[in-house]
């Protein structure tokens, strides 16, 4: 790596924070000069805007969630029990990312009456998201693990809107119950509604 | 209503979807000079700051929101069919809202990391609606309608939490099916897993 393409990571490494916290419109070039030690034109020397700083910002904070969702979850074979990783994962494993909470979220609500390029970049990271646990959903359909009839988008839409809306909970309240909660409850669906009754690895009640 | 009190709840009407669309953050006063029509003047006569303004804004789209989710709900006599009303009310009636989506949820995110001030009102509306489901499930416990054992904060937590991310997600992909699974799963939900057996008007499968 060149020491300019180094500093150039460096950047969107200390300024993800800032804009995952702030808001991505709120952040204000001072603030960057701030987390990153540098002059302005240290900044633009590297991003043409603050926007494009912003949308590589997201996507390095993004990134990071989505590796940390998945972490451990590809070698688990049984599909029932991958989702159920990766719900868990949702809830327990936050030390790591960027800090400010999901970039999704963040960006969904900042940005829904306003910034487009921002709110297409949430749009097609919540699609990815949402295509990686169908594909999972699907899988589990050809191996016979799923229930038959279950839609793949149903189940998709439920997981994430269910751990979105008890992470803003749980930041509101600084109390992680919502996220424990939505956490077991997912398990539980996932188990006892999903989950297919011949399966053998299903659960007890 | 005195021509100074008509004048002051009309800046608040005309303000709320400003500040609900735009963030109570990044609106500003040129914003509300355009919302209102008025000078900076004739707004800071009755306002100390924009953010005794933006306070008043958020009570009244809460208040409006809180409104419309509770409308024809009180008059259902079983516990668990008032849930399923409000919920539907959540998912349906959106038109008369203030627009900008659920300011709660707004406020969270945008306030997660800094206003003090709107995060505490955000967080002590989120309290009072969970309290509001609470007193209803407690209701349900004392007239049998509801299963044993069910505690009313994780009925609250998931009711809440399915909704505002089922909202953020069809907010982000402007489409509403998210929102109308995530009603499809509370209520049956709330029919399978929380309604008591002998409730008499439980629905079958």
Chains 1, 2 share one sequence.
């Not at 719900?87 to 960027?98: D, I, Q, T, Y």
């Not at 979220?105 to 949430?122: F, P, V, W």
């Not at 799923?146 to 809306?165: A, D, N, W």
Request: proline share 2%; glycine share 8%; aromatic share 6%.
């Amino acid at each position: 790596m060149s020491k300019g393409s180094e500093t150039r990571s460096e950047i969107i490494r200390r300024s993800a924070p800032i804009f995952n916290q702030k808001g991505y419109a709120a952040t204000a070039l001072s603030d960057l000069m701030e987390a990153t030690g540098l002059e302005k034109g240290g900044i633009y020397r590297h991003f043409s805007s603050k926007e494009q700083l912003a949308s590589e910002a997201f996507d390095f904070t993004w990134d990071l969630a989505v590796r940390t969702r998945l972490e451990g979850t590809e070698d688990i074979p049984n599909t029932i029990d991958r989702l159920k990783k990766m719900v868990r994962n949702f809830v327990e494993r936050r030390a790591g990312l960027v800090p400010g909470g999901c970039p999704i979220l963040n960006t969904a609500i900042e940005s829904d009456d306003g910034n487009r390029h921002l709110r297409e970049k949430a749009r097609k990271a919540l699609d990815a998201w949402a295509e990686r646990i169908e594909k999972i959903v699907e899988e589990g359909r050809k191996k016979r693990e799923v229930q038959r009839g279950i839609e793949p988008r149903r189940i998709s839409s439920l997981i994430i809107g269910t751990l979105e809306g008890a992470l803003m909970a749980s930041r509101l309240t600084q109390d992680n119950k919502h996220l424990t909660w939505a956490c077991n409850h997912l398990e539980s669906f996932l188990d006892e509604e999903i989950r297919a009754k011949s399966g053998g690895t299903r659960k007890s009640k």
